[in-house]
């Protein structure tokens, strides 16, 4: 065998394999291209395997002396948003985020984690009455006449966020959260209210949460509300507290909806 790191030969043989995965290094964030082709007779410079190699790193976040014109590969040089993080970061990477209160995030499915320093009391993420507080596998927003967007783009539990209280949500759906792995979580004072135009799609459901895995979390005091339309028709207003989720060791009490008891 031959092997091929970022173009260049680093090794042949039977016993190359280890020597070849050594060259790589261990500086997080880097990629290598590594292919591996036959050597032997008929069979020579036939592609036995190529892949892309990419070493995961930790970025971090300080809303207090953080900076988003810093890199964000240490502590002293943190980001000052978790979204400065998350658009930087890859497949594989962690975010550690100091303890302050955060503006809300989306992910869109990304395969990262997203940890609080020092657990959900210390780290908020406070959707300001405005916005999901998390979005962490769909599209930023929903727009009327589009209604490919409320399919399987924004689904996925790929990100997991852990460690935080998300709470001031306000949204069509899941103003807490959308998606994603949720762990170790509050999710609070969270409020979904349906749109009329919003017929086709998800809407007035799950105040707190929808659509996601949630372990050792606590749902408390989320509501969602109905729109009627000019006809007189009824939208959403259910789930005040989560809706479509699965759980594992949650707490869910004290949510509410106009429509029935959530």
Excluded: M
């Excluded at 207090?64 to 497949?91: H, P």
């Excluded at 949720?182 to 135009?197: G, H, M, Q, R």
């Amino acid at each position: 065998y031959i092997w091929i790191v970022d173009g260049e030969e680093v090794g042949s043989g039977t016993d190359a394999t280890s020597y070849a995965i050594s060259t790589l290094g261990d500086e997080p964030g880097t990629r290598h291209d590594v292919a591996c082709y036959v050597n032997d007779g008929p069979w020579s410079n036939i592609v036995c395997c190529k892949w892309t190699v990419y070493l995961p790193r930790t970025l971090y976040v300080d809303a207090a002396g953080g900076s988003d014109e810093a890199d964000g590969a240490s502590k002293e040089g943190a980001l000052s948003t978790i979204q400065s993080a998350i658009d930087r970061s890859a497949n594989g990477d962690t975010i550690v985020v100091a303890d302050g209160v955060y503006a809300p995030i989306a992910t869109r499915n990304r395969k990262i984690v997203i940890q609080s320093e020092n657990g959900y009391k210390n780290a908020i993420i406070d959707g300001g009455g405005e916005a999901n507080c998390a979005l962490l596998g769909g599209p930023e927003s929903i727009v009327e006449g589009e209604p490919e967007a409320y399919g399987e783009l924004w689904q996925g539990t790929n990100t997991v966020l852990r460690g935080f209280t998300l709470r001031n949500g306000h949204a069509a759906w899941g103003a807490g959260v959308t998606a994603g792995t949720v762990e170790n979580c509050l999710i609070v004072s969270n409020t979904v209210e349906a749109y009329p135009w919003n017929s086709s799609g998800p809407n007035g459901l799950g105040g707190g949460a929808y659509l996601s895995v949630l372990r050792n979390c606590t749902i408390v005091g989320n509501t969602s509300s109905p729109a009627i339309s000019d006809e007189g028709e009824v939208y959403g207003g259910i789930d005040g507290g989560s809706c479509a989720c699965t759980f594992f060791n949650c707490i869910e009490w004290g949510n509410a909806d106009d429509v029935e008891e959530g």
